[in-house]
Structure formats: C-alpha cells, structure tokens
C-alpha cells in the first residue's frame, strides 16, 4: 500500500481533532441547550471546527513529506503546531469581538505549556499509531 501516500496521512491527522470536537461540540450542545448554560460559542466554534482538523492533517502530510530532511520525533513535530494555531485563533476571536474572560490571561502561563504538552503525547502516541495504521513509512 505505498499510493497516496500523502493522502493517507492527512486523513491519519484528521483524526485525532475531529473525534475530539465533535465531543466538545456535543458537551457545549446539551450544556446550551439541555441546561440552559449560556456559552456564546456560535461566533468562534467556526475556526476549530473547520481549520483545525484540517491543520492536523497538512501539518502530518509536511511531517512525512519533510522527515528525510528534518530529524525531528513525531511528538516534537505536533507540538510545534500550537505555536502557529494560537495567534490564529487569538486574531480570530478578536476579529469576532469574542470576549475573552479576564482569568484567561492569567492561566496562559500555565495553560501554554499544558497545551504543548497535550499536542507533543497526542501526536507522539495517536497521530504516530494511525501513521502505522495507514502504513505510512
């Protein structure tokens, strides 16, 4: 199975965020509207639903295309990832007037490492595993 080659591989870093906002999607659902807990998240749900995944998958493709030149582990590679969705998302919000709380700040310090610590084990054991899956050399 060595065609599409790419082709596989985006679809192996599809994965991993689709499956994680649909239960994100589905949690603020019935949180807005089983309970009636007010989460304005309509205006900013767009960008990681649609760009994300999307994102996960170009950034595998780049890994497999790049790894002969670039020896970096798989885990390393996806935790440079947040680095360049974070300001995207920060500009998104701010082009929606999305408000931000105030502890947000705060909690960046200790929210940024955690966040690349989540990517580094997400791309270092499930993006890895489905890159075996599709057989992906």
């Known amino acids: 199975m060595n065609q599409h080659t790419y082709l596989r591989a985006y679809m192996a870093g599809i ?3 689709t ?3 649909l239960v994100v999607a589905t949690v603020f659902t019935m949180a807005r509207y089983v309970y009636n807990i007010p989460l304005p998240v309509e205006r900013v749900i ?11 998958g170009l950034w595998n493709v780049l890994f497999v ?21 974070a300001p995207l998302g920060i500009v998104v919000a701010s082009l929606l007037n999305f408000s931000v709380p105030g502890f947000a ?17 997400a791309w270092k054991y499930l993006v890895a595993f489905l890159n075996r899956v599709q057989e992906i050399p």
Do not use: E, K, T
């Open 15 to 17: 994965v991993v965020p």
């Open 19 to 21: 499956v994680f906002l």
């Open 46 to 56: 767009v960008f990681p639903m649609a760009f994300v995944p999307n994102a996960w």
């Open 65 to 85: 295309a790049l790894r002969s030149r670039l020896q970096l582990s798989i885990g390393l590679w996806g935790a440079l990832l947040p680095i360049l969705l």
């Open 105 to 121: 700040a705060h909690a960046f310090f200790i929210a940024a490492p955690v966040g690349l610590l989540v990517y580094y084990f």
